[in-house]
Structures are given as C-alpha cells and as structure tokens.
C-alpha cells in the first residue's frame, strides 16, 4: 500500500493542490465575484423576488468562475488518467455543458424569475466543480471495464 503512494506521490501532490484551490475559491467566492445572488440564496429566497443585477457583470463573473472550475477539472482529469482522449471528451462536455447552463440559467433569470428554486440548482451547476465528482468515477470505471 504504501509503495504505490510513494508510486503515485506525484499525482496525489497535484491532485492536492487542486482540491485546495478548489476550496480556496470557494472560501474567497464573495470577493472574487460578482454574484448578488450568494446572499439572495443564503437566506430563505423561495418568497423573496430576484435581486436587481448587472446582467453583462453576473455573466462574465459566472463565466469566469465556470472556465477557473473547468480548468482545474480538466488539469485534475489529465493528471488522474493520463489519456489525452479522457481530456478532449471532457473538454467536449464542459463546453456542450457551459453552452446549456449558461442559456438555461439567463432563460430563467429573464423570463421566469418566479423559477428561483430551479435558478438555484442551475447556478449550482455553473459556481460548483460538480462536473469532476461524476466524470472521475465514471473514467475510472471505464478504464476498469477496459482492462477485462
């Protein structure tokens, strides 16, 4: 057990220091980003109407965040699997992804603010590397039913 950790020390290093900045952008999120709608979310918002916001501001902050998540995630998948076909797939679904959160969450936001509870899990979505927590179990099984 031990030698494959000193065997892999490397990759678990990386895959350290990603979840740290992980937790690092979590933890500094209200003053990294534009984002009205940590507080509205924080408090009991099923009754309360949408805040006022800064539609081009909110987009580009979300976005921000969204590309800084995906790039650790893709730096994480790589360095897990070491297989360039794993990264591109995973490229190719952040971008299919950001394209239908990011027109899902503005549909929501304009023409349905009434929708906040599903507002929420949208930009759950978006603001979280939830992404990475299925895509790894899911390569990992894949590479295991592979090998069989």
Not at 68 to 88: A, G, Q
Request: aromatic share 20%; proline share 4%; glycine share 0%.
């Amino acid at each position: 057990m031990l030698s494959k950790i000193l065997e892999h020390k490397f990759k678990i290093l990386i895959a350290v220091l990603i979840v740290l900045c992980f937790a690092i952008i979590r933890t500094f999120e209200s003053k990294l980003f534009y984002d009205p709608l940590l507080i509205y979310f924080e408090s009991d918002f099923k009754d309360l109407p949408l805040p006022q916001t800064d539609i081009l501001k909110l987009f580009c902050s979300l976005l921000f965040r969204f590309v800084l998540n995906s790039v650790l995630s893709l730096i994480l998948v790589y360095t897990l699997f070491r297989d360039r076909d794993i990264l591109k797939f995973s490229m190719f679904l952040y971008g299919v992804f950001a394209v239908i959160l990011f027109v899902v969450f503005f549909i929501i936001l304009e023409s349905f603010p009434e929708w906040n509870w599903l507002l929420f899990y949208v930009r759950r979505f978006i603001i979280q590397p939830l992404f990475v927590i299925l895509f790894i179990p899911a390569f990992y099984y894949q590479q295991q039913n592979l090998k069989k």
